[in-house]
């Protein structure tokens, strides 16, 4: 997806943490993205 910089998933823990440019992608962007996908799940915006 544009905009994501980094994505590291641990399936273990059953998490990602993506960074982002949040000028190119939104929460609701990739919320979209993976209901598309067909993943479930939340996002939870964290900042650094």
Known sequence: MPGVRKADVSFDKKEAVVSYDSAKATLAQMQ???????????LKPETI
């Open 32 to 42: 979209a993205a993976l209901k598309k996908a067909e993943y479930g799940g939340e």
